[in-house]
């Protein structure tokens, strides 16, 4: 069991955090005054990162915690270690993600199809459940999923993926409509092409990225710290009345 730390006042969990948008979005959030829990499935990636988070605040804000998301029990000891440590959980960030083939729907195995579908979709419905008790003794919360702009688009070569991302939308809008009386709001986040450690193999071909450069207004691909104050705002009282909300931030890729 964690020791307490420092209540320095509300606390967030952020899967995939180790890096990419998850770390950016921990860093926004932990100067916006939040403890911030650190979690993937790399743990000695996690205590680097929520050290790092730490000398960078000069205290102990963010503690690591590393989960499976495809395993519930490990999901529910994420929220459980959050609240021995901080005694409450405001907020949720859905960040952690996976997609395990690059091909056609209509071909893609049943094995990697299913991983999506739990990674992408179930975890977060586990994740929810599991903080909605806390939230709601805290009198509200927010949960934010990052979802895509594949969620809403069809896409060569990234079908069950998208598939999987278009389900999280709607767990968003499902879970805004029975959360709303609790104080809970709930809102997903559709980043386009992000340069991450996620997108490095498909960007390394120099004709995609060339498409998805072009695809964009500004002409250039997005980086996490674009998305990051979005969830900084969404998490805060200024988003007091938006909930069951998809955020596009895509450069104008999909206008």
Same mark, same amino acid.
């Given at each position: 069991?964690?020791?307490?730390?420092?209540?320095?006042?509300?606390?967030?969990?952020?899967?995939?955090?180790?890096?990419?948008?998850?770390?950016?979005?921990? $860093?926004?959030? $932990?100067?916006?005054?939040? @403890?911030?829990?650190?979690?993937?499935?790399?743990?000695?990636?996690?205590?680097?990162? *929520?050290?790092?988070? @730490?000398?960078?605040?000069?205290?102990?804000? $963010?503690?690591?915690?590393?989960?499976?998301?495809?395993?519930?029990?490990?999901?529910?000891?994420?929220?459980?270690?959050?609240?021995?440590?901080?005694?409450?959980?405001?907020?949720?960030?859905?960040?952690?993600?996976?997609?395990?083939?690059?091909?056609?729907?209509?071909?893609?195995?049943?094995?990697?199809?299913?991983?999506?579908?739990?990674?992408?979709?179930?975890? *977060?419905?586990?994740?929810?459940?599991?903080?909605?008790?806390?939230?709601?003794? @805290?009198?509200?919360?927010?949960? =934010?999923? +990052?979802?895509?702009?594949?969620?809403?688009?069809?896409?060569?070569? =990234?079908? $069950?993926?998208?598939?999987?991302?278009?389900?999280?939308?709607?767990? *968003?809008?499902?879970?805004?409509?029975?959360?709303?009386?609790?104080?809970?709001?709930?809102?997903?986040?559709?980043?386009?092409?992000?340069?991450?450690?996620?997108?490095?193999?498909?960007? *390394?071909?120099?004709?995609?990225?060339?498409?998805?450069?072009?695809?964009?207004?500004?002409?250039?691909?997005?980086?996490?710290?674009? +998305?990051?104050?979005?969830?900084?705002?969404?998490?805060?009282?200024?988003?007091?009345?938006?909930?069951?909300?998809?955020?596009?931030?895509?450069?104008?890729?999909?206008?």
């Amino acid at each position: 069991m964690m020791k307490k730390i420092e209540k320095t006042g509300r606390a967030a969990i952020i899967t995939g955090s180790s890096r990419g948008i998850g770390y950016s979005v921990a $860093a926004e959030l $932990a100067s916006a005054g939040y @403890n911030v829990v650190i979690s993937s499935r790399r743990g000695e990636a996690c205590e680097e990162v *929520a050290e790092q988070i @730490n000398e960078a605040q000069g205290r102990r804000v $963010a503690i690591a915690c590393s989960a499976d998301i495809a395993e519930k029990s490990a999901l529910e000891n994420l929220v459980g270690e959050t609240v021995a440590a901080f005694d409450r959980l405001d907020c949720l960030v859905c960040n952690a993600a996976s997609s395990s083939y690059f091909g056609s729907l209509c071909k893609t195995p049943d094995k990697d199809f299913e991983q999506m579908l739990q990674n992408n979709i179930l975890s *977060a419905h586990w994740l929810t459940q599991a903080s909605i008790p806390h939230m709601e003794n @805290n009198g509200g919360g927010s949960v =934010i999923y +990052i979802a895509s702009i594949s969620g809403f688009r069809a896409y060569d070569y =990234i079908g $069950a993926y998208s598939a999987s991302k278009a389900g999280l939308l709607q767990l *968003a809008r499902n879970y805004a409509r029975e959360l709303g009386s609790k104080k809970i709001r709930v809102n997903a986040i559709s980043p386009g092409v992000i340069e991450t450690d996620f997108s490095r193999s498909t960007l *390394a071909k120099p004709e995609i990225r060339a498409e998805y450069e072009s695809a964009t207004c500004i002409g250039r691909l997005g980086l996490p710290g674009d +998305i990051a104050p979005m969830a900084k705002f969404l998490a805060s009282p200024d988003a007091a009345y938006i909930t069951g909300q998809n955020i596009v931030i895509d450069g104008g890729a999909t206008i």
